[in-house]
């Protein structure tokens, strides 16, 4: 089953709008990372945030985390045309003896941002 | 500097074709992983290198893929006898030995564009 799942599946917001992403995960995590991904190609890194961090900021990224609940949020806020693009969310395997490299993702928000 | 290369970007190939993709990872980087991610579809993790270590090969989905990593550097993911359902990007991604947690793996992962390929 999936570790990660995010949610909307799709998103469709006017440009200067804030576009909120959710993801859930099932296990314990040492972290859990954002990534972009454009037209389905490589994926960008845009944000790790570590399981004894409950927010984390860069730039017009927000990113919550909350542990007992085992969800987090990804906030862009001003959106943009270029924002548009899949959004993954990423954790590791944390103490739930598993390794801490292997990433499981997600299937992704695509989130559409219309000029 | 350079980031993750993959080569080819596009691969068609006919059933039953052994196929070759390559990655090149960032300089310095020690450990290097393989993901495929079909249609609409999330990432599946395939492989692992970390330096010198026995590579973690938990996801390849059969005996027709397999992995090496030549030199600590570059990698080629090699699937034997093509089939269609292997039709997907294959994303290569690397990460420095130890990340600002100290803790070996477990951080960023820098990806490269991937290749697509298909299988008629």
């Known amino acids: 089953s999936q570790q990660g799942e995010e949610d909307p599946q799709a998103l469709s917001i006017q440009e200067g709008e804030n576009a909120t992403m959710n993801c859930s995960y099932k296990t314990s995590i040492n972290n859990l990372q954002w990534y972009r991904q454009n037209s389905g190609r490589g994926l960008v890194h845009l944000i790790l945030?570590?399981?004894?961090?409950r927010e984390k900021h860069s730039g017009r990224l927000r990113v919550t985390l909350d542990t007992s609940k085992k969800s987090s949020s990804l906030l862009i806020t001003a959106s943009r045309a270029a924002d548009t693009a899949s959004y993954f969310c990423?954790?590791?395997?944390?103490?739930?003896?598993?390794?801490?490299?292997?990433?499981?993702f997600g299937k992704g928000t695509l989130l559409t941002v219309n000029p | 500097g350079a980031g993750v290369s993959q080569s080819p970007s596009n691969k068609v190939t006919e059933k039953g074709k052994d196929v070759e993709l390559r990655c090149d990872p960032i300089s310095g980087h020690t450990a290097l992983y393989w993901y495929r991610q079909s249609l609409g579809q999330g990432l599946e993790f395939l492989i692992y290198?970390?330096?010198?270590?026995?590579?973690?090969k938990s996801g390849l989905p059969s005996d027709r893929f397999s992995a090496e990593r030549t030199g600590g550097s570059v990698s080629t993911l090699t699937i034997q006898r093509t089939q269609q359902e292997d039709s997907a990007v294959y994303l290569c991604?690397?990460?420095?030995?130890?990340?600002?947690?100290?803790?070996?793996?477990?951080?960023?992962?820098?990806f490269g564009p991937g290749t697509r390929l298909t299988v008629l």
């Open positions: 945030i570590r399981s004894n961090e």
């Open positions: 290198f970390q330096g010198n270590s026995a590579p973690d």
């Open positions: 991604a690397s990460s420095p030995e130890t990340g600002t947690s100290g803790r070996i793996g477990g951080d960023t992962q820098y």
């Open positions: 990423a954790t590791d395997a944390g103490n739930s003896g598993g390794s801490n490299y292997k990433l499981t």
